[in-house]
């Protein structure tokens, strides 16, 4: 199966990273709309536009699903992308619901873009799922553009991170819900403030399952093995990168790509 991709910028690598351990006999699209970035602060006409866009690209590419690795464009443009084009296309949401089903007593705070938060979809699930409203929602758009910069564990990042969660009061909080596939990144510096017993979810290995569940694929039964040498990194067989619709060959970028990937591997099971 051929399967795309897509985010607004690198976040979404950390969903084929997922898929890379899950689902690795596969062949992938990766497409990074690196020209828009961060979706986050755009106007839904513009994320829609986009999604629209890369998704007719992907089409073109001859796959046979997409994954919307990116949770503010699921938010405001999912539902157009599927009433428009016939292929399977799968969306991603904050994993607010295995955070509340997983825990108890204490509260849940759930980090994301300033869109995903605005709109109605996740409001929706907050209705469904959040019964005893134990969910707190926190805007942190600075995340995006550090990570889009590479800068993971710098002072500022610290510094914005802490200055982002001062108004709460951390001991309340049981776990933390990354909202956007960008967040992967910054797995320990959400470990060093919040401590070792909060718990950090995402809906990556989630979304590669329910995608395995449409395309009936297998699951491999070495998910867990590491990925460290170069050609399991950027498995240049099976794996193809479009930065805003631009083939991605050159030695620079694919040493940037690298880097990505050795860092989400690195944080993948904190």
């Given at each position: 199966?051929k399967?795309?991709i897509?985010?607004?910028?690198?976040?979404?690598?950390?969903?084929?990273?997922?898929?890379?351990?899950?689902?690795?006999?596969?062949?992938y699209?990766?497409?990074?709309?690196?020209?828009?970035v961060?979706?986050?602060?755009?106007t839904?006409?513009?994320i829609?536009?986009?999604?629209k866009?890369?998704?007719?690209?992907?089409?073109?590419?001859g796959?046979?699903?997409?994954?919307?690795a990116?949770?503010?464009?699921?938010?405001?443009?999912i539902?157009?992308?599927?009433?428009?084009?016939?292929?399977?296309?799968?969306?991603?949401?904050?994993?607010v619901?295995?955070?509340?089903e997983?825990?108890?007593?204490?509260?849940?705070m759930?980090?994301a873009?300033?869109?995903t938060?605005?709109?109605d979809?996740l409001?929706?699930?907050?209705?469904?799922?959040?019964?005893?409203?134990?969910?707190?929602?926190l805007?942190?758009?600075?995340?995006?553009?550090?990570?889009e910069?590479?800068e993971?564990?710098?002072?500022?990042?610290?510094?914005?991170?802490?200055?982002?969660?001062?108004g709460?009061?951390?001991?309340?909080?049981?776990?933390?819900?990354?909202g956007?596939?960008?967040?992967n990144?910054?797995?320990?510096a959400?470990?060093?403030?919040f401590?070792?017993e909060?718990l950090?979810?995402?809906g990556?290995?989630?979304?590669?399952?329910?995608?395995a569940?449409v395309?009936?694929?297998?699951?491999?039964?070495?998910f867990?093995?590491?990925?460290r040498?170069e050609h399991?990194?950027?498995?240049?067989?099976?794996?193809?990168?479009?930065?805003?619709?631009?083939?991605?060959?050159?030695?620079?970028?694919?040493?940037?790509?690298?880097?990505?990937h050795?860092r989400?591997e690195?944080v993948?099971n904190i």
């Open positions: 199966m399967i795309g897509f985010d607004s910028g690198i976040g979404g690598l950390s969903v084929l990273h997922e898929a890379m351990h899950l689902l690795p006999d596969q062949e699209i990766f497409y990074a709309d690196t020209e828009h961060p979706y986050g602060l755009k839904p006409e513009q829609t536009g986009y999604a866009e890369i998704t007719q690209f992907l089409i073109g590419q796959v046979d699903a997409i994954v919307v990116c949770n503010t464009a699921t938010s405001v443009a539902r157009e992308l599927r009433r428009t084009f016939d292929i399977p296309i799968l969306g991603m949401e904050p994993a619901k295995p955070a509340v997983g825990t108890e007593g204490k509260r849940i759930v980090i873009t300033p869109v938060i605005r709109e979809k409001k929706d699930l907050l209705h469904r799922v959040d019964e005893n409203h134990r969910v707190d929602l805007a942190m758009p600075r995340l995006v553009e550090f990570a910069r590479e993971f564990e710098s002072s500022e990042v610290y510094s914005y991170i802490e200055e982002q969660f001062s709460f009061d951390k001991d309340e909080y049981c776990a933390l819900v990354l956007c596939t960008h967040f990144y910054f797995k320990p959400y470990r060093k403030y401590g070792s909060t950090l979810i995402d990556n290995r989630g979304t590669v399952r329910h995608l569940d395309l009936s694929l297998n699951i491999s039964q070495d867990d093995n590491q990925i040498d399991n990194i950027l498995c240049p067989h099976n794996i193809r990168y479009f930065f805003s619709g631009k083939k991605i060959s050159d030695e620079k970028t694919l040493k940037h790509l690298k880097r990505l050795l989400l690195e993948r």
